[in-house]
C-alpha cells in the first residue's frame, strides 16, 4: 500500500455525502456519480486514509454574497423549498431550464461545493495542496444559473485566496468548455492571470485566441481531434511558462474530464495522462496549488481520471491493472447512454489510458506560438 506523500502538510481531500444519490435528474447529463466514484476507488485503492478527507461545510448565503447577488441566492434557496420557479424567476436567473433543472438538492449540494470552495482556501493558505473534485463550477455567473453551475466555486475560491493574503493567483482551466464565468469575475483585476484550454466552436463559444480583458487573460481555443502529444506541448510552451512568469502565490487548476476521448459532450480526445501530466507538472511549480475538478459527463473516464489526479498530487503509484475492490466500483457504474450498455472492459480493469499520441498539427503550433509571444512581450 501507497503512503501519504512526505510534505511538511499532507494534501488533503474535500468530499460530502450530499454527492452521492444526489442528481440533477435522471435524463441529465449529470445523472451520473462522479465525486462519490472518486472517493470509493480511492478508498479501495487505499489512498484516502480518514486523516486527509475533509467534509466540505455548506456555505451560507452571507459567503455566496463575495460573488452572487441577494436576489439570485434567495430565489435559488426559495427554488427548492418550492420545487418550482415562476417564468419570470426562470427567465431572470436561468433555474428551472434543461441545463439548470429543478430538483431537491438544487441550493443545498453546490452551496457544498461553494463551502469547499472557502475550506480549500483556508487550507491552502496554511500550507496544505488541496483537492476538490466536486468543486470547478466554472459558469455560474453573479445573478444567473448557467451551464450546469448554480453557483462558481472558482471564483469564491480565489477571492477567499486573495482575502487571505495570497494576492496573486494562476487560474489554469483545461475543462472542453471555456471559463466565461470566471472572466466575468475578474475584468480589471491584473493579479489574477487566467488561463483556459477548451474546445473552439463550443458551447459558451467564448474565449476566443486573441480576446485580452484586462491583459490577463490567455485563450488557447483547440481544434476537435485534440491528441495527447498537441496537449504536451501547449503544458510545455503556453501552460507553465504562462504560470511561472506570474510568479504566483497561489495557483488553482480546474481539471475538468470532459476533454478525454469517451466524454459525450465535446470531441476533444485527449486520454488522462494528459490531466495528470498537468497535475504533476504544476504541483512541482506552484508554491500553493488547489485543484479542483469540473466537467466530465462518462462515469467511468471520470472516475478513472480524477482517481488518477488524486494518485498524481500524492505521488502514488498507479498500478496496471486495479484489484478487485477497486474493480467492483467500477462495475458497480451503469450509465443510460449508448455507451453505457456495452462499456470496454479496461474501463473496469485500469484508471490509466492508453496515450493519444499523433502530429502536431500546424494550426496548434501556431496558436501556442502566438501566446508565447504575448508571454515574452509582457516581461
Known amino acids: 500500500m501507497d503512503t501519504i506523500s512526505q510534505s511538511p502538510l499532507p494534501t488533503l481531500f474535500l468530499g460530502a455525502e450530499i454527492y452521492r444519490g444526489s442528481t440533477y435528474g435522471s435524463a441529465h447529463p449529470l445523472a451520473i456519480p462522479r465525486v462519490p466514484t472518486v472517493i470509493d476507488l480511492s478508498r479501495a485503492l487505499g489512498w484516502l486514509p480518514r486523516e486527509v478527507y475533509r467534509t466540505s461545510p455548506r456555505i451560507r448565503p452571507a459567503g455566496l454574497m463575495a460573488f452572487h447577488t441577494p436576489a439570485y441566492i434567495a430565489a435559488l434557496q426559495a427554488a427548492e423549498a418550492s420545487q ?37 482556501a483556508d ?8 483537492y476538490h473534485p466536486a468543486g470547478g463550477t466554472h459558469h455560474g455567473l453573479p445573478d444567473r444559473a448557467k451551464g450546469f453551475c448554480f453557483f462558481n466555486d472558482p471564483v469564491l475560491a480565489i477571492m477567499a485566496l486573495r482575502a487571505r493574503g495570497l494576492r496573486r493567483i494562476v487560474y489554469i482551466d483545461i475543462d472542453a468548455h471555456h471559463c466565461d464565468g470566471v472572466e466575468v469575475a475578474f475584468p480589471d483585476t491584473p493579479e489574477v ?3 483556459s484550454l477548451h474546445e473552439e466552436k463550443r458551447w459558451p463559444f467564448t474565449g476566443a485566441l486573441h480576446d485580452r480583458g484586462c491583459g490577463n487573460f490567455f485563450n488557447l481555443p483547440l481544434p476537435a481531434g485534440l ?6 506541448l501547449a503544458l510545455e510552451q503556453f501552460i507553465l511558462p504562462a504560470t511561472a512568469g506570474h510568479r504566483p502565490d497561489a495557483v488553482v487548476l480546474q481539471c475538468g474530464a470532459d476533454a478525454v476521448a469517451e466524454d459525450p459532450l465535446s470531441r476533444l480526445t485527449l486520454s488522462n495522462n494528459a490531466h495528470w501530466a498537468t497535475v504533476a507538472a504544476l504541483k512541482d511549480i506552484a508554491p500553493r496549488l488547489l485543484v479542483l475538478g469540473g466537467g466530465g459527463y462518462n462515469p467511468w473516464s471520470v472516475g478513472r481520471l480524477w482517481t488518477g489526479v488524486w494518485a498524481t ?5 498507479i498500478p496496471d491493472r486495479l484489484p478487485p475492490g477497486a474493480e467492483a466500483v467500477q462495475r458497480g457504474l451503469r450509465w443510460n447512454r449508448r455507451a453505457g450498455k456495452t462499456p470496454p472492459e479496461h474501463w473496469f480493469t485500469t484508471l490509466r489510458d492508453v496515450p493519444h499520441n499523433g502530429a502536431i498539427r500546424d494550426e ?14 509582457e516581461v
Not at 441545463?99 to 469547499?116: C, D, H, K, L, V
Not at 498530487?313 to 503509484?317: A, E, K
Open 313 to 317: 498530487l500524492n505521488g502514488f503509484d
Open 123 to 130: 487550507l491552502v493558505a496554511a500550507g496544505h495542496r488541496v
Open 84 to 120: 418550482s420557479v415562476t417564468a419570470e424567476i426562470r427567465e431572470r436567473h436561468g433555474l428551472g431550464t434543461l441545463s439548470n433543472p429543478i430538483y431537491p438538492e438544487m441550493f443545498r449540494r453546490p452551496a457544498t461545493s461553494a463551502g469547499g470552495a472557502l475550506l480549500a
Open 193 to 195: 492571470r487566467l488561463i
Open 364 to 377: 496548434i503550433r501556431d496558436r501556442v506560438s502566438l501566446l508565447a509571444a504575448r508571454l515574452l512581450a
Open 227 to 232: 491528441n495527447d502529444d498537441e496537449y504536451a
